[in-house]
């Protein structure tokens, strides 16, 4: 089974309109972390967001929050008021265990944002 | 704070030749990471160093290796060159806490002909 699986290959989103990155996951660890990046066409990876495990609350960065439902083992990440500059491969990860620094990655979502 | 460093950007190497990539974590990181992006297998995890020694590995054949210096600092090596290596690796540093990300750097895209 996959790890991490991202369903949405691509998505078309109006701009100033919010948009869902579905994530799902499969891990047996009780401890682990998600991580969302952003990929511009540059090639570079840009952290975005974190949701640990344990952590009781949805994590928010700016315009960027996490929806975590840990017993449906999703992760899905919400941009709120998307603007063209969010256009880019969106990429959910997963780190499993604790001492290791080994991410685990979806095959990625691709965001066009439309004026 | 400068961010993860890696030279050089871009390389052309021919098969059967061998490379070494660089990599230069943030300052007071001690884990380096190292990912092999491609088309067709998408992101995939190489190596990890960790003061000096490789804590995890991925699933890639031997002709991959690497090392990390005393200064945190790793370089990357592929030896006896295929077209299939033809990627962007992509370095990444931590902090080594639990809630840390990993920081990546722009990424070498090499190229083999």
């Known amino acids: 089974a996959q790890k991490i699986t991202q369903t949405q290959p691509g998505m078309f989103v109006q701009e100033k309109e919010a948009v869902t990155l579905d994530c799902t996951y499969d891990t047996s660890d009780q401890s682990y972390g998600l991580f969302w990046y952003k990929q511009p066409s540059s090639g570079e990876m840009i952290f975005l967001i974190y949701?640990?495990?344990?952590?009781?609350q949805n994590a928010t960065e700016g315009r960027y929050s996490l929806n975590f439902q840990k017993a449906r083992k999703s992760a899905n990440l919400v941009i709120s008021a998307s603007q063209l500059g969010d256009s880019a491969m969106y990429f959910c990860a997963m780190r499993e265990g604790r001492g290791n620094e080994k991410l685990t990655f979806g095959t990625g979502t691709r965001l066009t944002i439309i004026p | 704070k400068a961010g993860v460093t890696q030279t050089p950007r871009y390389l052309i190497k021919t098969r059967g030749q061998q490379v070494t990539l660089s990599c230069s974590p943030i300052s007071g990181h001690r884990s380096v990471s190292w990912y092999q992006q491609t088309p067709g297998q998408g992101l995939q995890f190489l190596f990890e160093y960790f003061s000096e020694t490789q804590r995890n590995k991925g699933n890639f054949p031997g002709r991959f290796s690497g090392r990390q210096f005393s200064n945190s600092r790793s370089e990357m090596n592929v030896s006896t060159l295929e077209l299939g290596d033809s990627a962007l690796y992509l370095c990444?540093?931590?902090?080594?806490?639990?809630?840390?990300?990993?920081?990546f750097g722009n990424g070498t895209r090499l190229t083999v002909t």
């Open positions: 990444a540093s931590s902090h080594e806490t639990d809630h840390s990300p990993l920081h």
């Open positions: 949701q640990g495990s344990y952590d009781e």
